[in-house]
């Protein structure tokens, strides 16, 4: 597929349970970013990666979130004991260009997490 | 800290009339890029325009423009001859053009078109 694609679309989970959310981003793409979006909000930041570089990870809300990404290719986000407070639509983008000119995010469809 | 607000959460227009959706940001930075982005109901989030904070010229594309006013630091998106199709979210976003390379979302306007 052409398109930035998370695996699975829709997560219920147990309170203290660990997940893990799967983006597939665009072949090709250096960068990859990790939003949390709660209901009715805005996008969270949650972590980017570039390359080789060290990633972001500033806005992980807790030692209990985690990131992984093996190149230029797909990333896992994992949630381990999670609270209900998770509860949350989870995006990722990547985008081509990084450093140059405002490179525009391709965003996945999301999983929504739902946490009993 | 780079901030975004959008302070109209909901917002509606007659299908063919023109809207106009705001967002103010503030930051210390000269060099930066904005965007709209559009969240229809699917929730796949798509680019709806873009703005390099050191071009003048207001972005344009279709019968989508912003005004983008660097000293008062807005930038609203203007939707012209609405269609039903429009109806979704819509998300003001910053990126600084050095350092940092998090984007920062307002928290989202809910467009409505009537027909």
């Known amino acids: 597929g052409a398109g930035v694609s998370q695996s699975p679309s829709n997560k219920v989970t147990e309170k203290g349970k660990d997940v893990e959310l799967r983006c597939d981003p665009i072949s090709g793409h250096t960068a990859l970013y990790w939003y949390r979006q709660r209901l009715g909000q805005g996008l969270e930041f949650l972590i980017y990666?570039?390359?080789?570089?060290?990633?972001?990870k500033s806005g992980l809300p807790s030692d209990r979130f985690s990131a992984e990404r093996t190149g230029e290719s797909v990333s896992t986000l994992t949630i381990q004991r999670t609270q209900q407070e998770d509860s949350a639509v989870y995006l990722c983008?990547?985008?081509?260009?990084?450093?140059?000119?405002?490179?525009?995010?391709?965003f996945g469809p999301g999983t929504r997490l739902t946490v009993l | 800290a780079q901030t975004v607000t959008q302070s109209q959460p909901e917002m509606s227009v007659q299908e063919a009339e023109t809207v106009t959706l705001s967002c103010t940001y503030d930051t210390s930075e000269s060099d930066y890029y904005l965007f709209w982005y559009k969240q229809p109901p699917s929730r796949q989030m798509i680019l709806v325009i873009r703005?390099?904070?050191?071009?003048?010229q207001n972005a344009t594309e279709n019968r989508f423009s912003v005004n983008f006013q660097k000293a008062a630091k807005s930038f609203s998106l203007k939707i012209s001859d609405s269609q039903l199709g429009d109806a979704a979210m819509y998300f003001c976003a910053y990126r600084s053009a050095k350092g940092s390379y998090k984007y920062i979302f307002g928290t989202g306007t809910r467009l409505k078109v009537l027909a």
């Open positions: 703005q390099e904070a050191y071009k003048q």
């Open positions: 983008a990547s985008s081509l260009e990084f450093g140059l000119a405002g490179g525009e995010q391709f």
């Open positions: 990666f570039q390359g080789n570089s060290a990633p972001d």
